[in-house]
């Protein structure tokens, strides 16, 4: 079993910035695929940035040029860089990962995704 546990949520100003981490803890920790997620009230969960074992990365269109997604695979985290934020960009941010048999493979869909952590809100005020 995985737990996910984020850090680094809060209230920021249109245009500023956060960073968001995830640290993954357990058993299969080393066979890990990971990615941040988001949901507005309302609204549905979606993709935001994955990061697969070897360091290949995929980011919305939504938030491309934006926002980072970064892994350190050694120490099973994910990291969000945020810049330029919007008030659209807010919602409660979620970690998700999976395990995966290759190293490079990673995922856009939610439903790949088997663990998932609690959540971190974020709040962009205009």
């Known amino acids: 079993q995985v737990q996910l546990v984020e850090s680094g949520g809060g209230l920021v100003q249109t245009g500023g910035s956060l960073r968001l981490s995830c640290a993954a803890s357990?058993?299969?920790?080393?066979?890990?695929?990971m990615a941040w997620f988001r949901q507005a009230p309302g609204k549905e969960r979606y993709f935001v940035a994955a990061?697969?074992?070897?360091?290949?990365?995929s980011v919305a269109d939504s938030v491309k040029g934006r926002f980072t997604i970064s892994r350190d695979s050694a120490k099973s985290t994910v990291d969000l860089q945020m810049n330029t934020l919007k008030p659209e960009d807010t919602a409660v941010y979620y970690c998700?990962?999976?395990?995966?048999?290759?190293?490079?493979?990673?995922?856009?869909?939610?439903?790949?995704?088997?663990?998932w952590g609690q959540g971190t809100q974020v709040t962009v005020s205009s």
């Open positions: 357990g058993r299969g920790v080393s066979r890990l695929s």
């Open positions: 990061a697969s074992r070897t360091g290949g990365t």
């Open positions: 998700a990962a999976a395990e995966t048999m290759f190293g490079y493979t990673y995922y856009t869909t939610r439903e790949k995704y088997t663990y």
